[in-house]
RNA sequence: GCAGGGGUAGCCAAGCCCGGUCAACGGCGCAAGGCUUAGGACCUUGUCCAGAAGUGGUUCCGCGGUUCGAAUCCGCGCCCCUGCACCA
């Protein structure tokens, strides 16, 4: 009988939000939990991997609902930026992907033509969001809080924010180097494309650049990551081939490639382009080098990229591999040489000179690694490997020798910037920066890196705001433990972040120039404490020009008093006071989560934010962090499934059982890849869950069982470990429990003859409460089957308590268990078919000398005071001769023995009398006849000496 | 480069912070038996090696160390991975 989860999920969701069981609502004096996840940006559909952390909230707040908690959860939607406007676009144009994805997803084709704007896109994807993802995965959001970033009422807390962190004097202005499309302004450059068609890995080189001057007062400007090789130049590369320009900048003619003239155009003040240099009118001319004022030769090489830096190249043989075969490759070249004049004496002066000594490396380790690597020629590949390797460890390992003047003996990681200052200040060297690969525009247009003169940024780098947040996050739950640690390495390493853009985004204007938007990352930070006001202003309570300075600064602050704030603002006097106790109410945040990709950007400038602006009881408390749901090769695909869109996924799944694979595939702290079938066998344990509780709904007897009080008692432990496992937010272990090993329980219980009405009906009670965090929809439906009224979603569970009754029932139990499986190895092993069964229980005295052991303080017990102890005791000559022996093995087992061990080693049960009550079921499931001895009794049958084997919870046992 | 993470049985994946409860949760796969043979089923048991007695042996990337005791702590080595700023 296959389930209907889909009628059964409409049910329950409508039911729910009919009920407002969702809607959070203040109860004074009663516990409240406050969580978020990182609200998503609406740059197009989400995909099942997006569900889990979203999911995991989901199950944690519901959790914290049934344990005495008032929760809020609101939910957002991040619009700023310009990924709308992208799929608007994409749309207008007819793309045939975005297209097709609409269509695919079932969006009639009138929507689709109204999705040519920017604004109906955000609308329409929030709606998707919010229907055909939170509300279909059953969410307990309060819907009525929904905000996205750029409503109105949201700007005019972004713009507060702005205030609130200038006033701080957190808000510095100055210049920026960023990648721009001529056309659009400033772009992101990430490997999800955004916003621009290619290069998203690229990345904004500073090079340091190095004037050289030839006799006729112009500058050959080299572009170098390098600078500290300038003791190790021997010779200068010009591409003949290439147009050169002079260039005027700052009041000098600098020589540099076309390209590189326009880069700079975009970087310096002024730059003029005052005509062409031509490339092989300089060859086998000199040109002097900065710092050391030597006087090198122009060597041509066709490998000076015109759209590379500035399309001239500093040549140091010793430690640029690609140099030091230049030079090999130019000497072989006799026909290249005469055309230019290049004398075999100039390639005797342009060899390499020793700069700096690395471990494991020789003197001249270009020349070292290219005969390694068997590189002879320009052409070669593997030249990249090896700058690269050479790069690396001469970087991090390499000092420069005795040549180098006043940096000899010095680090090449220190000398690099200490000569780089050196030749700026001096004048010989600038900056300039570039790409490390050409980047495109999504309008196709070259992406170049752009001065921006008054850019401006929130100051993260302030010490005393990173001290601040630093201290505070020492406080704050942070999961995983390892980013728990991480977070002060993370706070100490932020920097300025530029925090508005110029260009045409969606966003909030900034408030003290309006030529500017509030860049995305800026303005969602502070935005949890926005979903306390965002109801009033969905309910029309507070209009966006009633959200003035003293509006946010009383609400969130406290400052003033709400009759003037309501004079200046025109908002009603109760309102104001009934966001500023709401706001009192639900801070701090408890748990705000997202993606791993938050862990250095989005989490530490919300902490930054929170304790820049907020008093300290509302800082935030904790931060989980969320692995994805992957397939392999990093994306979800549609080879391994999960490409489906998210309502067809529910459909074909169901969202319980999706909900329940997220939880329990694997710790939330592991990338793991989705997989159709992993989550039928979800679907297909639901099921199998939903006919067990049928089954147990048939236990009709109103008689005691002797399984009964075990029963209970075994519930009892385990609502004691779920809760601990959900302090810690260990949904897993939460789930392996309730979903795999709570099943065994009943099934044990009716195995060992269980048949109570009212125990098992408590027991389900719990267990199907306990499944509701997690898997609402179906224990809804149990709930419903077992004839309780109200939702289980909001029962509150039982805290659970373990005393030292609990514990000898459950030792009882395991004596039974332990028992049967010692008989089970023994027929395995022997492979005998029992006719009789033996079952002698260890006598007295070694019980006896456990509790004494146990009772040791140290818990290493003293064998020789156990035997003392026993002797005096025991009677039979035979029994004497055990004493040694078993107190050697007591004192290691109670060694051995965790706490929990000891517990349950010291729970002291008549064994005799538990074992004579299970007979029964012991001759039932053994299939032969059970006899039940003191290992102690003469009476007993037991030919091959067992008995002295007998333990305390282990009797000893015979086949026949 | 900066800041971090990881290597566990056929596969996925817990455990590691707080050493003994660990031959190592759970799932998947596989095997045997049962139940049924309408069903992607369900139930029980097993699944490192050895064993005619409940046991012993060998395991948690490699090598060393600390310890009565190490998958867990420390050192070295090999391999793999993640995030990184106007992308949320």
Not at 228 to 233: A, D, K, N, P
Not at 724 to 743: K, W
């Amino acid at each position: 009988m296959a389930l209907d989860f889909s009628a059964i999920e409409a049910k329950w969701r409508k039911a729910w939000y009919e009920a407002k069981v969702n809607e959070s609502v203040p109860v004074p004096g009663k516990k409240k939990f406050f969580m978020i996840f990182a609200y998503p940006g609406v740059t197009g559909y989400l995909h099942v991997g997006h569900m889990r952390g979203y999911t995991f909230s989901d199950a944690v707040v519901r959790y914290k609902m049934m344990t005495g908690h008032q929760v809020l959860f609101p939910v957002g939607t991040h619009a700023t930026g310009n990924g709308a406007i992208t799929f608007a676009r994409r749309v207008e144009r007819g793309d045939p992907v975005a297209v097709d994805v609409l269509r695919a997803n079932g969006v009639p084709e009138e929507t689709i033509a109204k999705l040519k704007d920017p604004m109906e896109v955000v609308k329409f994807l929030n709606d998707v969001f919010i229907n055909d993802y939170w509300k279909r995965f059953g969410f307990m959001s309060d819907w009525r809080r929904f905000t996205c970033t750029i409503y109105p009422d949201y700007s005019k807390f972004i713009e507060w924010q702005m205030r609130k962190l200038m006033s701080e004097g957190l808000l510095i202005q100055k210049p920026y180097f960023a990648p721009a499309c001529l056309e659009h302004g400033p772009v992101a450059i990430d490997a999800s494309e955004t916003d621009i068609s290619k290069g998203g890995n690229a990345e904004v080189l500073e090079y340091t650049v190095l004037k050289f001057d030839l006799e006729d007062g112009r500058k050959l400007v080299a572009a170098t990551l390098r600078p500290e090789t300038v003791f190790g130049l021997t010779n200068f590369w010009v591409n003949p081939e290439v147009e050169y320009v002079d260039a005027q900048v700052d009041g000098e003619i600098w020589v540099v490639s076309r390209e590189a003239a326009e880069k700079l155009a975009l970087q310096k003040d002024k730059v003029l382009v005052k005509g062409s240099a031509d490339g092989a009118s300089l060859m086998a001319k000199r040109c002097r080098a900065p710092y050391t004022g030597k006087m090198i030769p122009i060597f041509p090489s066709v490998l000076c990229d015109p759209n590379v830096g500035t399309g001239l190249v500093m040549s140091v043989p010793s430690d640029a591999p690609v140099d030091w075969i230049g030079l090999v490759e130019l000497r072989k070249d006799t026909a290249q040489r005469e055309r230019y004049g290049i004398t075999d004496q100039m390639m005797d002066e342009a060899a390499p000179i020793p700069i700096i000594d690395t471990p494991g490396w020789g003197s001249l380790p270009a020349i070292e690694i290219t005969e390694r690597m068997g590189i002879d020629s320009l052409a070669d590949p593997k030249l990249e490997e090896a700058t690269k390797e050479i790069y690396k460890t001469g970087f991090h390992k390499g000092v420069m020798n005795e040549i180098c003047g006043g940096f000899a003996g010095q680090p090449v990681e220190r000398a690099k910037d200490a000569m780089r200052d050196e030749m700026l200040s001096s004048g010989q060297a600038d900056l300039f920066y570039d790409l490390s690969e050409e980047v495109l525009c999504r309008c196709g247009g070259k992406v170049l890196v752009k001065k921006i003169p008054d850019q401006w940024f929130i100051d993260y780098a302030s010490p005393t705001l990173t001290e601040r947040a630093k201290e505070h996050a020492l406080t704050m739950k942070i999961l995983p433990r390892e980013y728990y640690e991480n977070m002060q390495a993370v706070l100490e390493w932020y920097r300025e972040r530029a925090c508005v853009r110029l260009g045409n985004w969606l966003g909030t204007r900034f408030p003290f120039d309006q030529k500017w938007i509030i860049e995305a990352i800026a303005d969602s930070t502070l935005y949890p404490a926005y979903y306390i006001v965002s109801r009033y202003a969905n309910e029309g309570l507070v209009r966006p020009d009633g959200m003035t300075e003293e509006f946010f600064d009383f609400v969130m602050l406290g400052k003033g008093n709400s009759e003037a704030v309501a004079t200046s603002t025109g908002v009603p006097r109760e309102t104001l006071d009934a966001i500023r106790s709401e706001f009192e109410y639900w801070h701090p945040l408890d748990i705000n989560l997202g993606g791993k990709e938050h862990m250095t950007v989005h989490f530490p400038v919300f902490l930054m934010n929170h304790v820049a602006i907020l008093r300290p009881e509302h800082w935030p408390r904790g931060i989980i962090v969320n692995w994805y749901i992957t397939a392999t090769g990093g994306k979800i695909s549609k080879s391994k499934g999960g490409a489906q869109p998210i309502p067809d996924a529910a459909e074909r799944f169901g969202v319980d059982a999706m909900r329940l694979f997220y939880a329990h595939i694997a710790s939330l702290y592991v990338d793991v890849p989705w997989d159709d079938e992993k989550v039928e066998g979800y679907r297909d344990r639901l099921e199998r869950l939903w006919s067990q509780v049928q089954e147990l709904l048939e236990v009709r007897a109103d008689e005691e069982s002797g399984i009964d009080a075990w029963l209970a008692a075994r519930m009892q432990t385990r609502l004691f470990t779920l809760h601990r496992y959900m302090d810690t937010y260990d949904l897993r272990s939460y789930v392996n429990d309730v979903y795999f090993e709570m099943p065994r329980d009943f099934k044990w219980y009716l195995r060992r003859y269980g048949k109570n009405k009212s125990v098992v009906s408590k027991a389900l009670e719990t267990w199907i409460a306990l499944m509701a965090p997690v898997t609402p929809h179906i224990a809804e439906e149990m709930w419903q089957l077992s004839g309780r009224e109200q939702f289980v979603s909001t029962y509150q569970i039982q805290p659970g308590s373990v005393d030292e009754h609990i514990i000898i029932e459950e030792a009882k139990e395991r004596l039974i268990e332990r028992l049967m499986a010692d008989v089970a190895e023994i027929v395995k092993v022997t492979g005998l078919e029992p006719k009789r069964t033996v079952v002698m229980v260890a006598p007295k005295w070694k019980q006896e000398m456990l509790a004494m052991a146990l009772s040791d303080p140290k818990g290493k017990p003293d064998v020789p005071a156990l035997i003392k102890g026993a002797i005096s005791t025991v009677e039979s000559p035979a029994a004497k001769k055990e004493v040694p022996a078993y107190a050697k093995d007591v004192s290691t087992e109670v060694m051995k023995a965790s706490a929990e061990d000891r517990q349950m080693l010291g729970a002291l049960i008549d064994e005799m009398s538990v074992l004579s009550a299970a007979k029964g079921f012991l001759e039932s499931e053994l299939g032969c006849a059970v006899e039940i001895f003191a290992a102690d009794d003469p009476g007993r049958a037991d030919p091959k000496g067992k008995a002295r084997l007998a333990k305390p919870g282990r009797p000893a046992i015979y086949l026949e």
